[in-house]
């Protein structure tokens, strides 16, 4: 027994054990082995899909609205460049890799791409030798309806613009000059408005840059074709759109300060307040001439005076006196005041000599004076309001019983009465103007409200978060699928089957003998009556003994010894 023990030690020899992956691969059937291969081919194509996404560049406009023939150029030089492009809006719009989009453009400027854009005054360097003056003035023209152009799409709301401008050829031989005119039309974006002072800057802009043309010559309008500029052949009594927007601002005016009186003592909900302005906006001018009396203590200016004297001469007495040149002297002239009193027909002041006793001499005396007048002219102011009406609505007071429940009533009436009080001098009621105002309490009506605010599955910043995310998370989708559904049910079939506990097999694949041991030293417990009570060793104790001693010592000998019972070999063969 012991040869034989020595020689099963001596033929035993390690055995090289397969590749667990190979074994596996080999034990599937060729439906899961499709499977397998399959599923490992869509994971490659969905990694290389996400790998490919993720290092695609952002596409942002190069150029938009462009025409066919500027498209087709900008494209044959974008082939040229060797920069990758798009279309977008079915043709509309350009697009290239967002990091190239200012270097793109600044090379197709230089080359003078897009040729469609707006030209300024550096058409004036591409002047010709043998350019007459009509095309001197034209290309002028043209250059300056250009940088028009560009300045007035430099504004926010315009998206385009186009300006025409009728410059008329000055001559001097005529008297009364042609003055320049323009036109102005802009194509705003959506949802966009120019207000009245914009236009306003627009006109001036234009009126600006053109010697000797009239703001009022300048006509701007929309996409839509109508007018933004105010005409300058306008009634000077219509109604403008400047009348009804300072109507509308005096309204919310007054309006504003019947709320800021009100809401603070009734809430912000229990008040309702309309006003309407009745405004004039005739224009009145009045010229009034008053003469005022100068019968009065006051000096009177004199405006004129005439002074007539006639007489024939006869009687006269001659001069008394030696005859000579000095006894023939004329008489001096008269020398009486202006504003004095008037010297009594017939006598001269001074001139007492010969001839003041002469009664044919004649004299008439007439004095004008300046009349007091004052003229005055007076121009009523435009937008005087003429009357006021106020509308002021109050909702009902809520209130609380001694139970706990909650009522809604009326304002107790001294209360009304202070409110009639605060409007009134909120608007500066006047009753010789004829304003009125009408204070009422009433149980407000609750519309009914959708309760919650828009669900966050429809709003617009969900929309755009779901399509960014999309992409990476369909494909993470796709390749959990196909891991679950194709590689998950081979991998766990590729696992080699757990070998049984039963038969000597389980012995010989022991091969520290661990497994032997357990068996051995496993004592089985089955079903009977309890043993009696031995105190006596016994010789098959021995034996037992000696049998699990050389197990544990030579686990292989005994494996072959049950091996060849097993078979059927007796121990005389072995």
């Known amino acids: 027994m012991n040869t034989a023990v020595a ?13 667990p992956l190979m074994a596996g691969f080999a034990r599937l059937d060729n439906t899961r082995k499709g499977m397998l291969g399959l599923g490992a081919l869509a994971l490659v194509g969905v990694l290389a899909a996400a790998f490919y996404m993720a290092n695609q560049p952002d596409y942002k406009v190069l150029y938009a609205n462009l025409s066919d023939k500027d498209g087709g150029a900008v494209l044959a030089q974008l082939s040229q460049m060797n920069v990758p ?7 509309g719009a350009i697009l290239v890799p967002a990091d190239k989009v200012h270097d793109t453009r600044l090379k197709l400027a230089s080359q003078g791409l897009p040729k469609g854009a707006i030209g300024g005054f550096e058409m004036m360097d591409a002047n010709r030798l043998g350019m007459t003056q009509f095309q001197e003035r034209l290309t002028f023209q043209r ?3 250009g940088e028009l152009t ?10 385009e613009a186009r300006v025409h401008l009728a410059l008329p050829n000055q001559n001097g031989f005529f008297r009364e000059q042609q003055k ?7 194509t705003l974006y959506p949802g966009r408005t120019l207000d009245r002072t914009q236009v306003a800057g ?6 600006s840059s053109v010697p000797e043309m009239n703001p009022k010559a300048v006509s701007v309008v929309d996409q839509n074709g109508a007018l933004l500029s105010q005409s300058g052949d306008a009634q000077a009594g219509s109604v403008d759109s400047q009348q009804l927007d300072y109507v509308r601002t005096l309204e919310q005016m007054y309006t504003q300060r019947i709320l800021d009186l009100l809401e603070p003592v009734l809430g912000r909900d229990n008040v309702r307040a309309q006003v309407t302005a009745d405004v004039d906006f005739s224009q009145t001018e009045q010229t009034s001439e008053q003469h005022r009396p100068n019968q009065g203590t006051e000096p009177a200016a004199v405006r004129s005076q005439q002074l007539v004297e006639s007489g024939n001469g006869a009687g006269q007495a001659a001069t008394p006196g030696v005859p000579g040149a000095v006894s023939n002297t004329p008489p001096t002239p008269t020398q009486a005041p202006v504003n004095g009193a008037a010297a009594p027909v017939g006598v001269v002041p001074g001139n007492q000599g010969a001839g003041a006793n002469d009664p044919n001499r004649r004299r008439e005396q007439v004095i004008n004076y300046e009349v007091d007048k004052t003229v005055s002219v007076t121009r009523n102011a435009t937008g005087v309001v003429r009357r006021l009406s106020a509308a002021v609505v109050l909702n009902h007071v809520a209130s609380t019983d001694k139970k706990g429940q909650a009522s809604t009533g009326p304002l107790p009436a001294a209360q009304m009465e202070q409110i009639n009080a605060l409007v009134r001098e909120a608007i500066g009621f006047s009753g010789d103007r004829g304003d009125s105002v009408n204070v009422m309490n009433a149980a407000f009506t609750k519309a009914a409200t959708d309760g ?7 709003q617009a910043d969900t929309f755009d978060l779901a399509r960014s995310l999309a992409w990476p998370v369909g494909m993470l989708v796709l390749g959990l699928i196909l891991f679950l559904g194709l590689v998950r049910p081979a991998l766990k079939m590729m696992k080699p089957p757990a070998p049984t506990a039963t038969g000597p097999e389980a012995l010989l694949g022991a091969s520290s003998g661990g497994q032997l041991d357990a068996v051995v030293d496993n004592e089985t417990h089955r079903p009977g009556l309890p043993s ?27 494996a072959n010894i049950v091996k060849g019972w097993v078979n059927g070999e007796s121990a005389a063969a072995a």
């Open 7 to 19: 020689e099963i030690d001596a033929t035993t020899l390690p055995e090289k054990r397969p590749n």
């Open 85 to 91: 492009y798009k279309h977008a809006d079915g043709g």
């Open 143 to 145: 250059g300056l309806e």
């Open 150 to 159: 560009r300045s007035i799409t430099a504004l926010s709301s315009v998206a």
């Open 180 to 186: 320049p005119s323009a036109s102005v039309l802009l």
């Open 202 to 207: 627009i006109v001036h802009l234009v009126a």
């Open 452 to 458: 919650a605010d828009i669900a966050w599955w429809k």
């Open 532 to 558: 009696p009570v031995q105190n006596e060793v016994t010789v098959e104790m021995l034996r037992l003994e000696d049998a699990k001693r050389l197990a544990r010592e030579n686990p292989v000998a005994v």
